[in-house]
């Protein structure tokens, strides 16, 4: 059960302020031997290991956090700006962890039960009892400190590979953040400057989420808190239990937005990102859900694939901008991320972290997240390319995980887009997992190339416009009602066989018939799996969904963005449709027609690398036989 929001207040943290400072100060932590001496080796920040074991002992060590990140600039004592803000970073951090580990007390009786231990000594189920809430108030104060340093303190560049995993204690919560103190003295330690101090201070906190996580199901009186939402206003910090580990704050998008009135042709895609613009924004905060979700047509993923130079870029700009003004309206926040090229690491496994950080920041419910992978058949690889990356391999692993894996979400807080100019490129698997196929092909017809002259000439000029009405061809009803339209039958070859097949002795009239078309495609394209009949289904329910949300709904938040759940769902219900067999025929068309065009353009291509490959044997034996008769030719 939701337990609902619980604000921290400032005065609860303020009291905990003394023993957070005297952390950061200096602290004695007890921890097992490592085998590492105490002194460095000279010349370097390393520390000889010894060969003989002490796996068992213990031994002390003096924690001096703030000694030690004023020694990472040695030429001078005082702090510097960097240093200082995660000192100061880490100091709140232990404080909002004590306040958040005294809440959970009260909440589980936790307090009633230190109460009645420091009057006589609890036994039976109640020591049990005390003892599993104890761990598991050290579990949620560690988990809250690592969550608090992840958010604030932010890194550049590549990030710290050689991060030590923490050992935690988790007698008391004190002894938690003394652990979490320690190891990020050692992260710290090693730093040669303050650049490499943020990224190592960044991995510790990724790294001790990543260890507490995987230790969860080891605590049994964690239940309580993973409905519980914690919110720090002055900071704008959240911890919403464990479902999502907490990501970075949004900085402002810096995009330059385009207009749909400033793309010409596109029109399928136009509309429906135009659609999927409104649609994010049905989101509804309280319940972490999308009424489109329930009621079917949410665009989760898409790829738009075309020829270089039709218009995917500026796709991506509209529809970035359309979901940022709606935002800016409604007052959410907007994640828009892209992940690229530039994110693929030479280190082993960074890459797909990369990949993974990506995903979390755009899944993230507490926003609405636009999240795009432009050029993927350069980032992604196919898993039989042996030729591609390791890191390229990482990302196909993750993008397939994550957007169709057995723990995906869709809550419809979020969409990713796919776009690339050779889609045959991109692994089978993944691409069948992009719900939605936008053929970007730009201007098409001779009233789109009118359009996009006039439009890009600008109006410095007098040259007439002549017998034309200048934009009529690109009004989006009649244009996707057109483009509709020409799916009524394939446009591909080898599906237009098929297509004729089937026409010769059926009538699409019944779902056996609908069937038995996808049949005869499935025989003539392999890879028109059931993923496939799933992603035309759910076009097919889009387009029964296929309704204008009206414009004045997303003019004040009061109207449509900011009502409860279900008056949401009741409003988009009253626009609902139908879906016709023809909506079906034209879905069918247009997603099969994309996979007969990929299995084309891989052919042609490898068609191509044949004659290309015998053009310079041809040319090499001719050459070889001109080099013996002249006497050059020794092989």
Not at 271 to 290: E, G, T, V
Not at 348 to 364: A, D, E, I, R
Not at 585 to 608: H, L, P
Request: proline share 3%; with cysteine.
């Amino acid at each position: 059960m939701d337990t609902g929001l619980t604000t921290l207040d400032e005065k609860d943290i303020a009291k905990h302020l003394p023993t957070a400072q005297s952390l950061v100060t200096k602290l004695i932590l007890l921890e097992a031997s490592d085998n590492k001496s105490k002194t460095e080796l000279a010349g370097t920040r390393r520390r000889f290991v010894s060969t003989v074991s002490t796996a068992g002992s213990k031994s002390t060590r003096e924690v001096e956090l703030a000694k030690t990140l004023s020694a990472v600039t040695s030429s001078d004592s005082m702090l510097t700006p960097v240093q200082h803000g995660i000192l100061f970073k880490t100091r709140r951090a232990l404080a909002v962890a004590l306040a958040v580990a005294d809440e959970f007390a009260k909440q589980t009786g936790l307090d009633s039960l230190r109460q009645k231990n420091a009057a006589s000594s609890l036994e039976g189920d109640d020591a049990n009892q005390y003892r599993g809430l104890l761990e598991a108030s050290s579990y949620v104060a560690a988990f809250a400190a690592c969550a608090y340093l992840h958010q604030f303190v932010e890194t550049a560049g590549e990030p710290a590979n050689d991060i030590e995993e923490p050992n935690f204690n988790f007698d008391t919560p004190q002894d938690a953040l003394k652990s979490f103190v320690g190891g990020l003295e050692l992260a710290a330690s090693d730093a040669t400057d303050d650049s490499v101090l943020q990224s190592r201070v960044r991995a510790y906190a990724d790294r001790s989420l990543e260890e507490l996580l995987q230790r969860k199901s080891r605590f049994n009186q964690l239940g309580s808190f993973e409905n519980t939402h914690l919110r720090l206003e002055a900071d704008g910090f959240e911890l919403n239990g464990f479902d999502v580990t907490p990501g970075a704050k949004s900085k402002p998008l810096v995009m330059t937005f385009k207009r749909p009135d400033e793309i010409v042709g596109n029109h399928i895609a136009k509309y429906q990102s135009l659609k999927l613009a409104k649609m994010i924004m049905a989101y509804d905060f309280d319940r972490q859900l999308n009424p489109f979700v329930e009621l079917g047509g949410f665009l989760f993923t898409f790829i738009g694939d075309g020829s270089p130079g039709t218009g995917k870029t500026i796709l991506i700009q509209m529809i970035a901008g359309l979901i940022n003004d709606y935002c800016e309206v409604a007052g959410y926040g907007f994640t828009y991320e892209n992940f690229g090229v530039d994110q693929i690491s030479s280190y082993q496994g960074k890459s797909g972290q990369n990949c993974k950080q990506f995903v979390t920041n755009v899944l993230n419910p507490k926003t609405i997240g636009f999240g795009t992978v432009d050029d993927i058949d350069q980032v992604a690889a196919k898993r039989s390319d042996d030729r591609a990356s390791a890191g390229q391999q990482e990302v196909t692993a993750v993008l397939m995980e994550s957007f169709a894996g057995a723990s995906t979400v869709v809550r419809g807080n979020c969409s990713f887009g796919m776009f690339s100019n050779y889609p045959e490129n991109v692994d089978d698997a993944l691409r069948q997992r992009a719900g939605a196929r936008w053929l970007v092909d730009g201007p098409q017809t001779r009233d789109d190339y009118i359009d996009i002259f006039a439009l890009l000439a600008g109006k410095n000029h007098d040259i007439p416009l002549g017998d034309h009405d200048l934009l009529a061809a690109q009004e989006i009803k009649e244009a996707v009602e057109t483009a509709y339209d020409k799916h009524n039958k394939p446009e591909e070859d080898g599906l237009l066989r098929v297509y004729e097949r089937f026409e010769k002795d059926n009538k699409l009239k019944t779902m056996a018939d609908v069937g038995t078309y996808l049949h005869m495609i499935k025989k003539a394209e392999p890879r028109f799996t059931g993923r496939a009949i799933k992603n035309i289904t759910d076009a097919i329910k889009m387009r029964a969904m296929d309704i204008d949300l009206p414009d004045e709904w997303f003019e004040k938040p009061e109207n449509f963005m900011h009502k409860a759940y279900d008056e949401k769902k009741a409003m988009i219900e009253e626009l609902r449709g139908p879906f016709t067999l023809d909506m079906v025929m034209q879905e069918i068309n247009r997603y099969a027609d994309s996979e007969f065009r990929y299995t084309d353009k891989s052919d042609n291509a490898a068609v191509e690398e044949i004659i290309r490959r015998e053009r310079q044997r041809e040319k090499a034996v001719r050459e070889i036989e001109a080099m013996r008769k002249d006497g050059r030719w020794d092989g």
